[in-house]
C-alpha cells in the first residue's frame, strides 16, 4: 500500500509539473523560386508539448506516466519577386555584374539579439534551451528536433548554382551554408549567436547562371 501511494504521488506532481508546458523547436524558412523570380515563401515550426497523460488505460499493469504532442506548424505565402518582399529581419537582392558570366542571390539576415525574425518565428531563448536539455536525454524527441538550436534556410532555385558562401567569416560548422545539388541552397544560423548579438547581420552570397 506504501509503494502503490508512494507512485501515485510521485506521478500526481510529475503531472502538474509538466501540464502545459510547451517549447519551441526553433524555426525553418523554405523558400521555392520560379523562373520569373515568383514563388513560396514557407514558414515551418517545430513544437514539443508535454501533457497530462490520458486516463484512457491501455490494459492491466500499465500506469500512464507521460503523454508528449509534437507539432508541426507550417504558414505559406505566394510572391510575385522575391527583390520585393520584406520579411522581418530579411532582405533579398539579385544583381548581375559587368562582365560576370554569372548572377549574385545576395540573402542578407538581421542576426542581431534584437532581430525581428526572432519575433516572427516566436523563438524563445529559454524555452529552446529548455527544449534542447529535454530532447537530449530522449532519442526519438531529438530526431524530430535536430536543428532546434538554428534557425535554417532552405532555398529552391530554378537555376545552376555554382557556389553558395558566407559573405564573412563565419565559425565551420555552427554556421552553414552550402550547395545540396539540384539549385536547392541550405542555410544554419545558431541561435547562440543571435542571443550573443555576436554579429549585427549576415549575409550568403549565392552565384548562379540563369
Same mark, same amino acid.
Given at each position: ?63 500512464? !506516466?507521460?503523454?508528449? @504532442? ?5 504558414? +505559406? =505565402?505566394?510572391?510575385?519577386?522575391? *527583390? %520585393?518582399? &520584406?520579411? #522581418?529581419?530579411?532582405?533579398? !537582392?539579385?544583381?548581375? @555584374? ?5 548572377? +549574385? =542571390?545576395?540573402?542578407?539576415?538581421? *542576426? %542581431?539579439? &534584437?532581430? #525581428? ?94
Amino acid at each position: 500500500m506504501d509503494l502503490q501511494y508512494s507512485f501515485m504521488k510521485q506521478y500526481l506532481i510529475l503531472s502538474f509539473l509538466l501540464l502545459g508546458l510547451s517549447f519551441c523547436a526553433g524555426g525553418n524558412i523554405k523558400i521555392k523560386l520560379n523562373p520569373d523570380l515568383s514563388g513560396n515563401f514557407s514558414i515551418y515550426q517545430k513544437k514539443i508539448k508535454n501533457k497530462t497523460p490520458s486516463s484512457i488505460g491501455l490494459g492491466s499493469y500499465l500506469s500512464p !506516466v507521460s503523454e508528449t @504532442e509534437l507539432i508541426l506548424r507550417e504558414r +505559406t =505565402f505566394q510572391f510575385k519577386n522575391i *527583390t %520585393s518582399v &520584406l520579411p #522581418p529581419g530579411i532582405r533579398f !537582392v539579385i544583381y548581375k @555584374e559587368q562582365g560576370e558570366d554569372y548572377s +549574385t =542571390f545576395l540573402i542578407t539576415v538581421d *542576426t %542581431s539579439s &534584437l532581430s #525581428p525574425l526572432l519575433k516572427t518565428l516566436e523563438i524563445n531563448k529559454e524555452e529552446v534551451l529548455a527544449l534542447v536539455k529535454e530532447a537530449k536525454t530522449r532519442d526519438d524527441i531529438y530526431r524530430f528536433n535536430n536543428l532546434a538550436e538554428h534557425i535554417q534556410f532552405e532555398i529552391f532555385l530554378p537555376f545552376n548554382v555554382k557556389d553558395v558562401v558566407f559573405a564573412e567569416s563565419r565559425t565551420p560548422g555552427d554556421w552553414t551554408a552550402r550547395h545540396d545539388g539540384g539549385g536547392k541552397v541550405v542555410v544554419n544560423l545558431p541561435l547562440a549567436s543571435f542571443w550573443e548579438n555576436e554579429f549585427q547581420q549576415t549575409s550568403i552570397i549565392v552565384k548562379f547562371k540563369e
